[in-house]
């Protein structure tokens, strides 16, 4: 088939290269236009639009798929089908209809678990045990289509969302190209989503992201992994910003208020609702990321001192 590739994160990036090393014609790339990114907030490629430059692909970047001018350039090339992957833009049924064959969307969950545009996180978030990847027929609907195949992935108890979501990223480009191949073949078959188990997973935020010392070990546990790397988990400490890296449980520690820290032989815990957690890595504004017992050592972390 002749397909244009629609995505714009790194996590597209393998399903691309695998649509692009398949038997089918790569005729394009859509994507995000250029945004302000870095230091200098300069405009930036998208990860995707940079590998289509890299490897002499045309690059659409339409600041919405509605615009006349991408819906024209969209109906020259005339694609038999549009393989997404996090796109990041709702695409209207004048640019779904062009393709003989729709647009088809690879998702980072089971559907119809997790609609929306943080599938992973929210699944590491509410300490699913599995998770997987879904390729399913684009409609108007958010995350609504018909399921063409799945795959699935134990969510491991360290997991953070980037590790997970590296897995799927390329375990699902196998599972893209299967499914292109069974449209170009005629053998491919959409299953409608059952109506019972949906659930809704909304973009977090940085309030999101902020670690909650109230909260039971496992919840503050999960919390942190599901924000790693994105939007990042934090807390305050002496009213300064603080990123966190991964925690453990230490179930040996003494018991602590909320929040409260301890500097100990073993590292640096601080105190949950239940037992307390050890602390990985710090982050500290504008300071490389150590080990907590680095950073302890050089604020002189004192005793009943609080994370908030």
């Not at 024209?72 to 064959?101: F, M, N, S, T």
């Not at 409609?139 to 018909?146: C, H, M, S």
Request: proline share 9%; glycine share 10%; aromatic share 4%.
């Amino acid at each position: 088939m002749r397909v244009i590739f629609a995505g714009t994160p790194a996590v597209a990036v393998p399903a691309l290269r695998a649509v692009a090393d398949s038997r089918h014609e790569l005729l394009a790339v859509v994507t995000r236009p250029d945004a302000p990114a870095g230091r200098g907030r300069g405009l930036h490629r998208s990860p995707v639009g940079a590998w289509a430059d890299e490897h002499g692909v045309e690059v659409l970047t339409p600041g919405r798929p509605r615009e006349p001018e991408f819906l024209d350039r969209l109906r020259e090339l005339a694609p038999d089908c549009v393989p997404v992957v996090a796109y990041g833009a709702l695409v209207p049924p004048v640019a779904l209809d062009i393709p003989r064959h729709g647009w088809v969307n690879l998702h980072f969950s089971l559907l119809p678990a997790w609609r929306g545009a943080a599938p992973v996180q929210h699944a590491v978030l509410h300490g699913d045990e599995l998770t997987g990847a879904s390729v399913f027929q684009l409609e108007e609907g958010l995350d609504t289509g018909p399921v063409y195949g799945t795959l699935t992935d134990e969510i491991k108890s360290a997991d953070t969302s980037g590790d997970l979501l590296e897995r799927l990223a390329h375990s699902g480009a196998g599972l893209l190209v299967a499914v292109l191949d069974a449209v170009a073949d005629g053998s491919a078959r959409a299953e409608p989503q059952p109506a019972d188990g949906v659930s809704l997973a909304p973009k977090l935020t940085v309030e999101d992201a902020r670690v909650r010392w109230a909260d039971p070990a496992f919840a503050v546990d999960r919390r942190i992994r599901a924000c790693t790397p994105a939007p990042g988990p934090w807390t305050t400490f002496r009213g300064e910003r603080i990123k966190l890296g991964p925690v453990t449980q230490a179930p040996d520690a003494p018991e602590l208020g909320p929040g409260e820290l301890l500097v100990a032989r073993t590292g640096v815990v601080a105190g949950t609702a239940t037992v307390p957690v050890r602390l990985g890595e710090v982050r500290a504004a504008g300071k490389r990321a150590m080990p907590a017992a680095d950073w302890a050592r050089g604020v002189r972390v004192s005793g009943g001192e609080e994370l908030a």
